[in-house]
């Protein structure tokens, strides 16, 4: 996904070990021309392909233009990794590859849950969705064990970072659209997503996740 430029990535560690490497290439050349986007130039977001493992990483460039970053995944099975970034125009590119890990793959499979609320080191995330046509709204509420607010900190030039991903790796990468907690995009009628969102408090980044389906078109 992308767009104003012909991109691939290029997986530079076929096999697993303690790092991710890859590069992105433009035509046969290595691509540098990269802009900043929310404090970094590479986002790298990986994921199992039953939506059970998370993370949400920032790469290093070296100077052949290569990017690098240790992971370790916290179970074995095929991840899907998406390189999420912009170019020096401010257009935006999602490229993935994936990576197969050896190992106890642990539980598998594609687990769903509606609930509408987690706590996650003491504090309670409160999702209130809404869907107009293809276009949903996720509002949140954090609170304290006492039921008060907490103070919500940046993130990475935000108040927060939302990753939603269909079990067919269907992707979006989304910021509050206001001072609030609240997030809007446009999704694929009647698919399932499993929304990862992240917020810091206390210096700390919390990770949360939220089931949704997205309803099916309305017919005339």
């Known amino acids: 996904m992308g767009q104003g430029r012909d991109l ?24 540098q021309d990269f802009g900043v986007s929310h404090t970094k130039e590479m986002h790298l977001i990986v994921v199992r392909n039953d939506l059970r493992h998370f993370a949400h990483l920032h790469p290093e460039r070296d100077v ?13 099975g095929t991840y899907w990794i998406y390189a999420d970034f912009v170019d020096r125009e401010n257009n935006g590119y999602t490229l993935r590859f994936d990576r197969t890990y050896s190992g106890d793959v642990g539980s598998v499979g594609l687990a769903k849950d509606f609930a509408r609320e987690r706590t996650v080191d003491g504090v309670r995330v409160k999702l209130e969705p809404k869907a107009t046509g293809s276009t949903v709204t996720f509002t949140y509420t954090l609170t304290d064990e006492k039921g008060k607010p ?71």
Request: negative net charge; without cysteine; proline residues 6%.
């Open 8 to 31: 691939t990535v290029r997986d530079e560690m076929k096999e697993g070990g303690g790092e991710i490497a890859f590069s992105i290439l433009e035509g046969k050349d290595v691509f």
């Open 64 to 76: 052949r233009g290569s990017w690098h970053v240790a992971y370790t995944p916290p179970a074995g």
């Open 150 to 220: 907490v103070q919500l900190e940046e993130y990475l030039g935000a108040l927060g970072h939302s990753v939603l991903i269909a079990p067919d790796g269907d992707f979006f990468h989304t910021h509050p659209s206001s001072e609030r907690p609240v997030f809007e995009t446009t999704l694929r009628a009647g698919t399932f997503y499993r929304v990862f969102i992240q917020f810091q408090v206390a210096g700390k980044v919390l990770t949360v996740s939220f089931d949704w389906e997205q309803p099916p078109e309305e017919e005339d």
